[in-house]
């Protein structure tokens, strides 16, 4: 039994959360395997954004154009949108779920040679795609107790759902540049990584549904790093990720965005045990 009636107190520091839209933009350009990728400067107020970046294919370097249309953007607005694109030889039509013109309608006005893609669909196929050898593995490597009662918040409104509230909490997709740190505190052995990792299997198992990839942290993937000369957090992040995943490679600034959009749970457990070297209490935190 991973717990009996133990308590476990739930905080949560918030750092002036808000909530923003998705929009196209580098980064996620980035994340698609191009390169170089530059805002061209358009009117201001034009509910559209259009973005140029390069790609090689063999012995070419293939210069691309992405027209990414605004939630507010009416059939008037991407007819004149499109003209900008319309000499490009390599051109793609990016759009948020929220427009309210569909794909036919576009694909009339922009011509049926010119792919349109939604833009929540189309990153996060691009990210499952990067993370999925790392799923199957966190799926069939994590090691769970056989008999699992749910633990008991502190917070009698939250009582013994807390392990269903933290997934909420971890599923919910709330875009934003600044961060919350969520905190579930216990005295030591009554079953915190047990918790973590019961979440963290549950999430992984559920990742087509939530849309969300848990990326795993604990204290016993530390093994083969020499902490002592450990300058950042990506550095004790990306070992991790390693350990279930040898083929996984995502730069750090490209992770943090995937995080930032909600496309990633990151589940830290022993951050305790790290703060108690006295040589990482330094460490930079990923945003």
Not at 20 to 45: C, H, W
């Amino acid at each position: 039994m991973a717990f009996g009636a133990q308590q476990f107190t739930l905080c949560q520091f918030d750092t002036e959360e808000r909530e923003m839209a998705t929009v196209f933009s580098e980064q996620d350009i980035k994340l698609l395997g191009y390169a170089n990728p530059q805002r061209v400067e358009t009117s201001a107020g034009d509910p559209w954004v259009i973005f140029r970046a390069t790609a090689t294919a063999g012995l070419e370097t293939i210069d691309t154009a992405f027209l990414y249309l605004k939630s507010d953007c009416t059939i008037e607005n991407a007819q004149r949108a499109t003209e900008a694109i319309r000499s490009d030889r390599h051109a793609y039509v990016i759009i948020p779920k929220s427009l309210r013109i569909s794909i036919d309608r576009l694909k009339g006005i922009c011509g049926k040679q010119t792919p349109v893609f939604v833009h929540e669909d189309l990153i996060w196929e691009k990210i499952h795609n990067i993370f999925l050898d790392y799923i199957t593995s966190l799926e069939q490597g994590i090691v769970t107790e056989q008999y699992y009662v749910p633990p008991r918040s502190t917070n009698e409104e939250i009582g013994d759902r807390l392990a269903d509230v933290t997934q909420d909490y971890l599923t919910r997709k709330q875009p934003s540049e600044d961060g919350t740190l969520f905190v579930l505190a216990a005295f030591a052995g009554v079953g915190k990584t047990t918790l973590s990792r019961y979440l963290v299997k549950r999430l992984a198992t559920s990742v087509a549904k939530n849309r969300t990839i848990p990326v795993y942290v604990e204290s016993s993937h530390w093994g083969r790093l020499h902490l002592e000369s450990v300058d950042e957090l990506w550095e004790i992040i990306d070992n991790s990720l390693r350990a279930f995943s040898h083929t996984l490679r995502i730069p750090e600034d490209l992770f943090q965005h995937a995080l930032k959009q909600g496309y990633i749970a990151f589940i830290f457990d022993g951050f305790d045990e790290l703060c108690g070297h006295k040589s990482l209490i330094s460490l930079r935190r990923p945003s």
